[in-house]
């Protein structure tokens, strides 16, 4: 493990500012961490992602940006899944409307989708969170996994969080994640949920005191 003084240093292996946000502050209380992101390096490999799960997906990004920068390593591969859309867009969320597409036109497609769909019982869905941390000598150090049960609103509401926020309703809510506040969402989001499961490891393997 590099290290910058007593800091360690920990590669967060994405270029998804709202993934950066949420992770950085779930783990505000661990000082002893030195966060790195792209924007630390400066070349950076993309990473294709061609895999049908989640977990293969966040250790290819591990792998890859840990064997790159030689520092240990954390990835989220992530997204939403509709059961009225068999479980769409799922591993494809960040390109469901094309490659290039913005989450607005993500969000309006989905929406679209689900149109037919009035009865708000029926529009279940849910974030799933696969976190992957890698060391570049030992390899996958852990793997853990978080959910975020929900339904998909009918229309855009509130302006905090980033991608499908807006349309998703967590169970138990009667606002959008996307109106409530930053600390709010990681207590039980999908990846607040999959960073809560991992902080042992960091714990007993990084040597942390928090
Ligand atoms: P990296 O591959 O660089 O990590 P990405 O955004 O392409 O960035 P994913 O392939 O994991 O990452 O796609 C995740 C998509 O799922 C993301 O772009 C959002 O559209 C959605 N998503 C994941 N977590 C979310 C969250 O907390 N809130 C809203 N949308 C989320």
Avoid at 1 to 29: C, H, P, S
Avoid at 40 to 50: H, I, N
Avoid at 150 to 174: Q, T
Wanted: glycine fraction near 8%.
């Amino acid at each position: 493990m590099q290290e910058t003084g007593t800091l360690k240093q920990i590669v967060i292996a994405t270029k998804n500012k709202g993934k950066i946000r949420d992770i950085i502050d779930f783990y505000n209380k661990f000082r002893q961490i030195k966060w790195l992101t792209y924007q630390d390096f400066k070349s950076y490999p993309t990473v294709r992602e061609g895999s049908k799960s989640f977990f293969e997906n966040a250790k290819r990004k591990a792998k890859i940006i840990s064997e790159f920068t030689k520092k240990t390593t954390l990835a989220d591969d992530s997204g939403l899944v509709v059961d009225a859309l068999d479980g769409a867009p799922g591993v494809t969320s960040s390109r469901y409307a094309g490659y290039n597409a913005t989450d607005s036109q993500n969000r309006q497609k989905l929406i679209r989708r689900l149109s037919k769909i009035k009865i708000p019982e029926q529009r279940t869905a849910r974030f799933v969170c696969n976190m992957i941390l890698w060391d570049p000598q030992d390899g996958m150090i852990a793997s853990t996994e978080g959910i975020c049960e929900g339904v998909i609103g009918f229309e855009e509401k509130g302006s905090g969080g980033f991608g499908y926020d807006c349309i998703f309703i967590p169970a138990g809510y009667k606002k959008t994640m996307a109106e409530l506040s930053g600390i709010e969402k990681n207590k039980i989001s999908h990846r607040g949920r999959a960073l809560e499961k991992l902080k042992p490891f960091f714990k007993k393997k990084l040597y942390l005191d928090q």
